[in-house]
Protein backbone atom coordinates (compact mmCIF):
# COMPACT_ATOMS: atom_id res chain seq x y z
CA UNK A 1 0.00 0.00 0.00
CA UNK A 2 1.39 3.53 -0.70
CA UNK A 3 1.88 6.59 1.71
CA UNK A 4 -0.80 8.21 0.38
CA UNK A 5 -3.73 4.94 0.18
CA UNK A 6 -2.31 4.59 3.73
CA UNK A 7 -3.51 8.19 4.31
CA UNK A 8 -6.35 7.93 2.73
CA UNK A 9 -7.35 5.08 5.42
CA UNK A 10 -7.51 7.55 8.05
CA UNK A 11 -9.92 10.13 6.80
CA UNK A 12 -12.93 10.63 8.87
CA UNK A 13 -16.12 9.02 7.24
CA UNK A 14 -19.90 8.34 8.00
CA UNK A 15 -18.76 4.59 7.66
CA UNK A 16 -20.57 3.59 10.98
CA UNK A 17 -23.72 5.64 9.94
CA UNK A 18 -23.68 3.66 7.02
CA UNK A 19 -22.83 0.03 8.00
CA UNK A 20 -26.21 1.02 10.48
CA UNK A 21 -28.06 1.37 7.52
CA UNK A 22 -29.54 4.68 9.14
CA UNK A 23 -28.47 7.07 5.95
CA UNK A 24 -31.26 5.43 4.75
CA UNK A 25 -32.94 7.74 7.46
CA UNK A 26 -31.29 11.09 6.14
CA UNK A 27 -32.39 9.60 2.51
CA UNK A 28 -35.76 9.39 3.13
CA UNK A 29 -36.39 13.05 4.95
CA UNK A 30 -34.71 14.76 1.79
CA UNK A 31 -36.53 12.96 -0.09
CA UNK A 32 -39.50 13.23 1.56
CA UNK A 33 -39.39 17.27 1.65
CA UNK A 34 -38.32 17.18 -2.09
CA UNK A 35 -41.55 15.14 -3.32
CA UNK A 36 -43.67 17.62 -1.00
CA UNK A 37 -42.43 20.58 -2.73
CA UNK A 38 -43.00 19.05 -6.13
CA UNK A 39 -46.31 17.94 -5.40
CA UNK A 40 -47.03 21.72 -4.50
CA UNK A 41 -45.69 22.87 -7.74
CA UNK A 42 -47.77 20.30 -9.48
CA UNK A 43 -50.95 21.92 -7.71
CA UNK A 44 -49.74 24.76 -8.55
CA UNK A 45 -49.25 23.96 -11.90
CA UNK A 46 -52.77 22.60 -12.60
CA UNK A 47 -54.24 25.27 -11.31
CA UNK A 48 -52.53 27.80 -13.65
CA UNK A 49 -53.71 25.82 -16.34
CA UNK A 50 -56.95 25.70 -15.37
CA UNK A 51 -57.19 29.62 -15.04
CA UNK A 52 -55.71 30.06 -18.36
CA UNK A 53 -58.79 27.60 -20.07
CA UNK A 54 -61.20 29.67 -18.36
CA UNK A 55 -59.65 32.95 -19.08
CA UNK A 56 -59.31 31.59 -22.99
CA UNK A 57 -63.20 30.49 -22.86
CA UNK A 58 -63.76 34.02 -21.36
CA UNK A 59 -62.31 35.74 -24.15
CA UNK A 60 -63.75 33.81 -27.09
CA UNK A 61 -67.12 34.55 -25.46
CA UNK A 62 -66.41 38.55 -25.41
CA UNK A 63 -65.06 38.08 -28.99
CA UNK A 64 -67.94 36.47 -30.32
CA UNK A 65 -70.81 38.39 -28.70
CA UNK B 1 -38.69 24.44 -28.12
CA UNK B 2 -41.74 26.34 -27.87
CA UNK B 3 -44.26 23.05 -28.54
CA UNK B 4 -42.28 21.24 -25.66
CA UNK B 5 -43.10 23.60 -23.13
CA UNK B 6 -46.48 22.64 -23.43
CA UNK B 7 -46.16 19.20 -22.73
CA UNK B 8 -45.29 18.47 -19.10
CA UNK B 9 -42.58 15.32 -19.51
CA UNK B 10 -39.74 17.55 -19.05
CA UNK B 11 -41.35 18.53 -15.85
CA UNK B 12 -41.68 14.85 -14.59
CA UNK B 13 -37.85 14.28 -16.15
CA UNK B 14 -36.19 16.92 -14.02
CA UNK B 15 -37.99 15.41 -10.85
CA UNK B 16 -37.12 11.90 -11.27
CA UNK B 17 -33.20 13.00 -12.07
CA UNK B 18 -33.15 14.81 -8.85
CA UNK B 19 -34.82 11.80 -6.88
CA UNK B 20 -31.56 10.20 -8.82
CA UNK B 21 -29.39 12.72 -7.45
CA UNK B 22 -30.68 12.93 -3.92
CA UNK B 23 -30.27 9.10 -3.58
CA UNK B 24 -27.23 8.54 -5.50
CA UNK B 25 -25.74 11.91 -3.89
CA UNK B 26 -25.84 10.24 0.07
CA UNK B 27 -25.19 6.67 -0.52
CA UNK B 28 -22.90 6.50 -3.66
CA UNK B 29 -19.38 6.09 -2.82
CA UNK B 30 -17.14 9.19 -2.79
CA UNK B 31 -13.05 9.75 -2.55
CA UNK B 32 -11.57 10.25 0.99
CA UNK B 33 -10.42 13.61 1.22
CA UNK B 34 -9.14 15.19 4.39
CA UNK B 35 -11.15 18.20 5.29
CA UNK B 36 -13.82 17.73 2.89
CA UNK B 37 -14.51 14.60 4.77
CA UNK B 38 -18.45 13.47 3.71
CA UNK B 39 -18.49 17.09 2.79
CA UNK B 40 -17.45 16.73 -0.54
CA UNK B 41 -21.19 15.33 -1.23
CA UNK B 42 -22.14 19.23 -0.98
CA UNK B 43 -20.80 19.24 -4.66
CA UNK B 44 -23.88 17.19 -5.68
CA UNK B 45 -26.03 19.99 -4.31
CA UNK B 46 -24.10 23.65 -3.80
CA UNK B 47 -22.37 23.33 -7.31
CA UNK B 48 -25.47 22.76 -9.23
CA UNK B 49 -26.97 25.30 -8.00
CA UNK B 50 -24.87 27.91 -9.65
CA UNK B 51 -24.08 25.79 -13.09
CA UNK B 52 -28.29 26.21 -13.13
CA UNK B 53 -27.89 29.60 -12.28
CA UNK B 54 -25.82 30.15 -15.59
CA UNK B 55 -28.08 28.60 -17.54
CA UNK B 56 -31.08 30.87 -16.61
CA UNK B 57 -29.49 33.78 -16.69
CA UNK B 58 -28.17 33.04 -20.44
CA UNK B 59 -31.30 32.10 -21.50
CA UNK B 60 -32.47 35.12 -19.57
CA UNK B 61 -30.18 36.51 -21.81
CA UNK B 62 -31.29 35.70 -25.18
CA UNK B 63 -34.74 36.93 -24.41
CA UNK B 64 -33.72 40.12 -24.03
CA UNK B 65 -31.78 40.11 -27.28
CA UNK B 66 -35.23 38.66 -28.79
CA UNK B 67 -36.87 41.58 -27.04
CA UNK B 68 -35.02 44.13 -28.57
CA UNK B 69 -35.07 42.86 -32.02
CA UNK B 70 -38.67 42.53 -32.18
CA UNK B 71 -40.10 44.85 -29.36
CA UNK B 72 -42.84 42.13 -28.05
CA UNK B 73 -43.23 42.55 -24.48
CA UNK B 74 -43.58 39.06 -24.24
CA UNK B 75 -40.03 38.20 -24.28
CA UNK B 76 -39.30 41.37 -22.07
CA UNK B 77 -41.72 39.48 -19.25
CA UNK B 78 -39.95 35.61 -19.91
CA UNK B 79 -36.74 37.40 -19.49
CA UNK B 80 -37.34 38.64 -15.86
CA UNK B 81 -38.75 35.58 -15.02
CA UNK B 82 -35.79 33.73 -15.87
CA UNK B 83 -33.52 36.38 -14.03
CA UNK B 84 -35.58 36.39 -11.10
CA UNK B 85 -35.37 32.23 -10.66
CA UNK B 86 -31.84 32.41 -11.57
CA UNK B 87 -31.05 35.12 -8.88
CA UNK B 88 -33.22 32.88 -6.33
CA UNK B 89 -30.68 29.74 -7.13
CA UNK B 90 -27.83 32.12 -6.91
CA UNK B 91 -28.83 33.49 -3.19
CA UNK B 92 -29.46 29.71 -2.34
CA UNK B 93 -25.48 29.21 -3.76
CA UNK B 94 -24.67 31.70 -1.80
CA UNK B 95 -25.92 30.74 1.44
CA UNK B 96 -24.84 26.76 0.64
CA UNK B 97 -21.61 27.78 0.12
CA UNK B 98 -21.52 30.00 3.49
CA UNK B 99 -22.47 27.08 5.37
CA UNK B 100 -19.85 24.59 3.55
CA UNK B 101 -17.15 27.25 3.66
CA UNK B 102 -17.47 27.71 7.62
CA UNK B 103 -17.18 24.17 8.17
CA UNK B 104 -13.87 23.41 5.29
CA UNK B 105 -12.17 27.09 5.03
CA UNK B 106 -13.20 28.08 8.91
CA UNK B 107 -15.42 31.25 8.00
CA UNK B 108 -18.42 31.58 6.17
CA UNK B 109 -17.29 34.15 4.03
CA UNK B 110 -13.53 34.57 3.33
CA UNK B 111 -11.87 36.50 1.23
CA UNK B 112 -11.48 34.86 -2.27
CA UNK B 113 -11.49 36.26 -5.48
CA UNK B 114 -14.00 33.82 -6.46
CA UNK B 115 -16.66 34.76 -3.60
CA UNK B 116 -15.72 38.79 -4.08
CA UNK B 117 -16.77 38.13 -7.97
CA UNK B 118 -19.99 36.53 -7.35
CA UNK B 119 -20.73 39.28 -4.44
CA UNK B 120 -20.12 41.89 -7.24
CA UNK B 121 -22.29 39.70 -9.69
CA UNK B 122 -25.12 38.93 -7.34
CA UNK B 123 -24.93 42.73 -6.84
CA UNK B 124 -25.42 43.17 -10.71
CA UNK B 125 -28.50 41.33 -10.69
CA UNK B 126 -30.31 42.76 -7.49
CA UNK B 127 -29.71 46.36 -9.38
CA UNK B 128 -31.22 44.84 -12.62
CA UNK B 129 -34.62 44.08 -10.37
CA UNK B 130 -34.39 47.70 -8.70
CA UNK B 131 -33.84 49.43 -12.23
CA UNK B 132 -36.83 47.70 -13.54
CA UNK B 133 -38.77 48.93 -11.01
CA UNK B 134 -37.71 52.29 -11.36
CA UNK B 135 -39.45 53.13 -14.51
CA UNK B 136 -43.43 53.99 -14.99
CA UNK B 137 -43.27 53.65 -18.72
CA UNK B 138 -43.35 49.80 -19.81
CA UNK B 139 -41.66 50.06 -22.90
CA UNK B 140 -38.64 52.73 -21.51
CA UNK B 141 -38.72 49.91 -18.45
CA UNK B 142 -38.16 46.60 -21.00
CA UNK B 143 -35.68 48.22 -23.93
CA UNK B 144 -33.81 49.47 -20.89
CA UNK B 145 -33.28 46.87 -18.95
CA UNK B 146 -32.91 44.45 -21.75
CA UNK B 147 -29.54 46.46 -22.32
CA UNK B 148 -28.55 46.15 -19.09
CA UNK B 149 -29.49 42.32 -18.58
CA UNK B 150 -27.60 41.82 -21.91
CA UNK B 151 -24.29 44.01 -20.19
CA UNK B 152 -25.00 42.24 -17.00
CA UNK B 153 -24.63 38.77 -18.39
CA UNK B 154 -21.21 39.87 -20.34
CA UNK B 155 -20.09 40.82 -17.00
CA UNK B 156 -20.81 38.22 -15.10
CA UNK B 157 -19.48 35.54 -16.75
CA UNK B 158 -15.35 37.23 -17.15
CA UNK B 159 -16.20 37.63 -13.58
CA UNK B 160 -17.11 34.36 -12.24
CA UNK B 161 -15.68 32.03 -15.21
CA UNK B 162 -12.01 34.17 -15.95
CA UNK B 163 -11.00 35.98 -13.30
CA UNK B 164 -10.93 33.83 -10.69
CA UNK B 165 -9.01 31.31 -13.01
CA UNK B 166 -6.34 33.93 -12.99
CA UNK B 167 -5.75 34.39 -9.25
CA UNK B 168 -5.63 31.97 -6.55
CA UNK B 169 -8.33 30.75 -5.17
CA UNK B 170 -9.96 28.41 -2.66
CA UNK B 171 -12.27 26.97 -4.83
CA UNK B 172 -10.77 24.28 -6.73
CA UNK B 173 -10.04 24.71 -10.58
CA UNK B 174 -8.43 27.94 -9.78
CA UNK B 175 -5.21 29.42 -10.35
CA UNK B 176 -4.79 27.99 -13.43
CA UNK B 177 -5.90 24.46 -12.98
CA UNK B 178 -9.07 23.47 -15.29
CA UNK B 179 -11.94 22.70 -12.70
CA UNK B 180 -12.95 19.16 -11.63
CA UNK B 181 -9.05 18.27 -12.11
CA UNK B 182 -8.45 14.89 -11.06
CA UNK B 183 -7.74 15.62 -7.93
CA UNK B 184 -11.07 17.24 -7.07
CA UNK B 185 -13.68 14.53 -8.78
CA UNK B 186 -13.75 10.98 -9.66
CA UNK B 187 -16.04 9.29 -12.51
CA UNK B 188 -17.93 8.31 -9.94
CA UNK B 189 -19.30 12.11 -8.66
CA UNK B 190 -19.52 13.43 -12.30
CA UNK B 191 -22.40 10.77 -12.75
CA UNK B 192 -24.34 12.58 -10.13
CA UNK B 193 -23.00 16.24 -10.58
CA UNK B 194 -23.48 16.61 -14.11
CA UNK B 195 -27.26 14.85 -14.11
CA UNK B 196 -27.94 17.28 -11.04
CA UNK B 197 -26.97 20.46 -13.28
CA UNK B 198 -29.50 19.26 -15.59
CA UNK B 199 -32.38 17.95 -13.03
CA UNK B 200 -32.13 21.54 -11.41
CA UNK B 201 -31.88 23.53 -14.86
CA UNK B 202 -35.21 21.98 -15.56
CA UNK B 203 -36.68 22.74 -12.52
CA UNK B 204 -35.85 25.76 -12.81
CA UNK B 205 -37.24 26.26 -15.97
CA UNK B 206 -40.56 24.71 -14.55
CA UNK B 207 -40.84 27.36 -12.11
CA UNK B 208 -39.78 30.03 -14.27
CA UNK B 209 -42.72 28.64 -16.71
CA UNK B 210 -45.14 29.12 -13.81
CA UNK B 211 -44.60 32.47 -13.36
CA UNK B 212 -44.72 33.52 -16.89
CA UNK B 213 -47.65 31.48 -16.88
CA UNK B 214 -49.26 33.88 -14.20
CA UNK B 215 -48.36 37.11 -14.96
CA UNK B 216 -49.30 36.65 -19.13
CA UNK B 217 -52.54 36.12 -17.15
CA UNK B 218 -52.20 39.18 -14.96
CA UNK B 219 -51.44 41.11 -18.55
CA UNK B 220 -54.30 39.18 -20.26
CA UNK B 221 -57.08 40.60 -16.91
CA UNK B 222 -55.68 44.26 -17.44
CA UNK B 223 -56.24 44.19 -21.04
Known amino acids: MSLTALLLEGVEMADQLRADGKIWVVVAVIATVFMGIVLYLVRLDRQISQLEKDLSQKKSVTINS | ?223
Open chain 2, 1 to 223: MAFMMKQNWWKALGVGILVYVIFQGLLGTVPRQPILNESIRNVYFHVPLWFAMIILLFTSMIFSIKYLRNGRPDDDLVAVEFANTAILFGVLGCATGAIWANFTWGEPWPNDPKLNAVAVSMLLYFAYLILRGSFDDEQRRARISAVYNIVAFAVFIPLVAILPRLTDSLHPGNGGNPAFGKYDMNNAMRLVLYPAVIGLTLLGVWVTQLRVRLRRLRTLLEE
